[in-house]
């Protein structure tokens, strides 16, 4: 072949329809997906009133005054299967990103009961959240209720990278189904820029949990996570055995199921006024035959863990729980809301209309 062929393939290669795109190309094709993808729920948006970014207004505790053994059976609640999520980790980056990384933008998913956003992490530009390569997780503030998984649900990541310019991070859009079994999955979405692994877990015959408030007072006044500290739950699976001496019911911890609700490390543990934890995030759905087992650790200055506690909670349809614990020195006082789970806002007086009565 000689030069001017050789040139000719060449030129014909690069121009080709099959050409591999640049990562700008790749990431302005994804950005015009999603924007369609916002299109097209508003046109199949049945509600004028119904907006694409509305938010659910239906409450994790919408049914926790009701009285146990008195609950209405028109009260639109239930326990049906719902989806837990465990955490969101960027376990990836590429196109020239390096850690670490300010992060913020919106991740969010959508049940059947409302249509409505159930938002699970959002940051504003000026609160983006420091991402390093060994601490990637997102910090999560929801659901703010039960995600309701009896058919199928959307994921909406929408994230950016703060910097001099600002650099689009990742706009998709899946419909979820389900994985395999009752364990943990992962759900990875990529692009040219980064992978993100979102874990989830589906519960089944669920009631919602709301971490109302944790209590954390010492005598002297002092605060007793002056480094830092976590506060987590586990909710356990409820399951039968066959013994000799007959069927027995105990619960089974899954230690990949750990949802954080509040971690700080290196500093003090954020707390809200009058010695209560400022916690991050609140709401866990848990199996009715099941438990919620909270854990409190401190930190010592190296970083290590100081001291322990653990509570643990048995669900209820409604109703209010409270567990005590020690914990350096502290009387720790653990308050959770029980409630059934939401299933059709219109049952229960709620319209589209961000959560005015209709």
């Known amino acids: 072949m000689d030069t001017n062929e050789s040139t000719n393939t060449t030129m014909a290669s690069t121009t080709s329809p099959m050409a591999k795109k640049t990562a700008e190309e790749e990431m302005a094709d994804e950005a015009e997906i999603y924007a369609k993808y916002t299109r097209d729920w508003k046109s199949a948006s ?50 020239g990103l390096e850690f670490p990384l300010s992060v913020y933008g919106v991740v969010a998913v959508r049940d059947t009961v409302d249509g409505s956003r159930n938002i699970l992490f959002h940051r ?10 060994n601490d990637s997780f997102l910090c999560l503030t929801g659901p703010s209720r039960a995600i309701v998984f009896t058919d199928a649900v959307d994921f909406e990541l929408q994230l950016g990278v703060k910097g001099t310019p600002d650099k689009a991070l990742i706009s998709q859009a899946r419909r979820y189904t389900g994985g395999h079994g009752p364990g943990v999955s992962s759900i990875y979405f990529k692009n040219v820029m980064c992978t993100l692994e979102l874990c989830v877990q589906p519960v089944r015959r669920t009631v919602q949990a709301t971490i109302l408030n944790i209590h954390a007072v010492r005598k002297d006044g002092s605060w007793p996570f002056p480094h830092g500290g976590l506060v987590a739950c586990y909710p356990l699976s409820g399951e039968f055995v066959f013994t000799d001496s007959g069927i027995n019911h105990h619960t089974i911890e899954r230690s990949s199921s750990r949802i954080v609700l509040v971690e700080s490390k290196g500093r003090a543990i954020p707390n809200g006024r009058g010695a209560y934890i400022d916690l991050q995030r609140q709401v866990v759905s848990v199996e009715t035959e099941g438990a919620l087992d909270i854990i409190i650790q401190a930190y010592s200055k190296s970083g290590a863990v100081a001291k322990r506690a653990r509570v643990r909670l048995m669900p209820k349809f409604c109703g209010i729980s409270q567990e005590k614990c020690a914990l350096c020195g502290a009387q720790v006082t653990i308050t959770v809301a029980w409630s059934l789970v939401p299933m059709n806002n219109a049952e229960i007086g709620l319209g589209p209309c961000n959560g005015r009565i209709v």
């Open 46 to 95: 049945s509600s004028p009133r119904r907006y694409f970014h509305n938010e659910t207004v239906l409450s994790s505790m919408q049914f926790t005054h009701y009285t146990p053994g008195h609950i209405p059976y028109n009260t639109a609640g239930s326990t049906p299967k719902t989806l837990q999520i465990i955490s969101i980790k960027l376990v990836e980056i590429a196109g």
């Open 124 to 133: 504003r530009t000026y609160k983006a959240q420091q991402l390093k390569q």
